[in-house]
């Protein structure tokens, strides 16, 4: 009965236990019957181990869940054995992904496809299989009895209860795979501002709503504090988003720092780094980055970020000569990871996941993303920002031609080439 109660769906079942030794309802043959009065008769004296006593009380209280003896008043028709074989059925099926106890021995270990009436319907019409003819908990006796409802009051509503109760289960399910939630009975974990700022890209902002559904938020202050990330960085090879958890900011300045590195990631600027210093090339983004977002109005700009109106238009590789003019003034400024480091990561800080085109990923999720948010009027972008998302939809060139480009631009010919001139 423990077992039973543990699982939030059943517990929110209504049920009684008769143990009466005179009980007339109580199976001979099996372990346990139920009425429509939300009454468990047990065989007061058949031994069984505890998962198998589990498993049959989880199907009897099933029948009373999905209805299949509902309480009402006056004079009630006893169900048919094809009826009653097809409800066992049903809760059998479904007690096969809906785990309580352990199955008794001898029952089938799969059932068919269907719905209760179209199974009693088919076997009414072509006969009972044998397999099915004892799937109830009451031996050869049925595991389902109907009784005239006496009570004063309005029937309980069996069916609606449980109903409810696994809806309930399953969202508090997916909240625990998805961090939310610590366990099934717990309190919903409170989101974070930055999740919610996450969300808010998947939910509200198509141009970055697919990226943002791919990327992964690590916020850990002993990882954030042993690279030195003061409020985040982005490693665009491994999906994550690095937080420092001990920065306070309200929810709009997280969108724009979240924005921020979305941006990084997907316009891939740790590899237009090329030859030029990371460092600085990665300050220049920053710089051209803080700018679109404050043009489009996302979120807003926390203090001490690096913004300039009037390298506004310039593209980053624009910025970054102008900056390296001034290299030692250059190494004061701060990003977002900190003073004289870059916030786009060359390495993950974690173990390598599964693979994935990073280039298609990118690319198409802001391909896709510039298409839904220009089709839903989502208002005007950076002409600069709509240039670099178009010039990522044309594929790379592929390598025999850049091989062939690099050995025409440094190999010497083997022959002179002598021209009229």
């Given amino acids: 009965m423990r077992l039973v109660k543990a699982n939030p769906a059943l517990a929110a079942v209504e049920f009684g236990v008769c143990r009466s030794e005179r009980c007339s309802f109580a199976p001979r043959d099996g372990l346990v019957a139920v009425d429509s009065d939300g009454d468990l008769h047990i065989h007061p004296a058949r031994i069984a181990e505890p998962a198998h006593w589990a498993w049959s009380l989880a199907h009897a209280v099933l029948h009373l869940g999905f209805g299949h003896v509902p309480a009402a008043k006056g004079e009630r028709t006893r169900p048919d054995r094809y009826d009653l074989a097809a409800r066992c059925v049903a809760v059998n099926r479904f007690l096969l992904g809906f785990t309580v106890g352990r199955t008794p021995e001898g029952l089938p270990a799969s059932y ?6 179209g199974l009693a319907a088919r076997w009414r019409r072509d006969g009972l299989p044998t397999a099915y003819e004892r ?6 006796e049925p595991d389902q009895v109907l009784l005239p409802w006496h ?26 795979a998805g961090g939310r939630r610590d366990s099934l009975d717990g309190e919903a974990l409170r989101k974070r501002p930055w999740q919610n700022a996450l969300d808010w890209f998947v939910s509200s902002y198509p141009l970055l709503g697919a990226i943002a559904a791919g990327i992964k938020l690590v916020a850990d202050a002993e990882l954030a504090r042993a690279h030195g990330i003061s409020v985040a960085a982005v490693n665009p090879e491994a ?15 997280w969108r724009f720092i979240l924005g921020h590195e979305l941006l990084h990631a997907a316009l ?28 489009m109005q996302v979120g807003t700009m926390p203090e001490g970020l690096l913004h300039d109106p009037r390298l506004a238009g310039l593209s980053a590789e624009e910025v970054y000569d102008r900056l390296a003019g001034d290299p030692r003034r250059t190494r004061r400024l701060a990003t977002l990871r900190g003073k004289g480091v870059g916030d786009v990561l060359g390495a993950p800080l974690g173990p390598p996941g599964e693979y994935v085109d990073l280039d298609e990923f990118y690319r198409r999720g802001l391909c896709q993303g510039l298409d839904l948010h220009e089709r839903q009027e989502r208002g005007f972008l950076p002409g600069g920002l ?14 025999d031609a850049r091989l062939a480009r690099w050995f025409d631009e440094f190999v010497p010919r083997p022959e002179p080439v002598r021209s009229y001139a």
């Fill in 112 to 117: 068919p496809d269907g719905d209760e009436e």
């Fill in 239 to 253: 999906g994550e988003i690095y937080l420092n958890p001990l920065r306070r900011f309200d929810d709009e300045e």
């Fill in 386 to 399: 709509v240039e670099e998302i178009r010039a990522l939809s044309h594929p790379p060139l592929p390598w």
């Fill in 135 to 140: 799937c109830g908990t009451a031996g050869a």
């Fill in 268 to 295: 891939r600027h740790g590899d237009r780094c090329g030859t030029r210093d990371p460092y600085l090339f990665n300050v220049a983004c920053d710089y051209v980055i803080n700018g679109w977002l404050d043009e």
């Fill in 151 to 176: 009570g004063w009051s309005q029937p309980p509503d069996h069916q609606l209860a449980f109903a409810t109760a696994l809806t309930r289960t399953v969202s508090a399910a997916m909240d625990m």
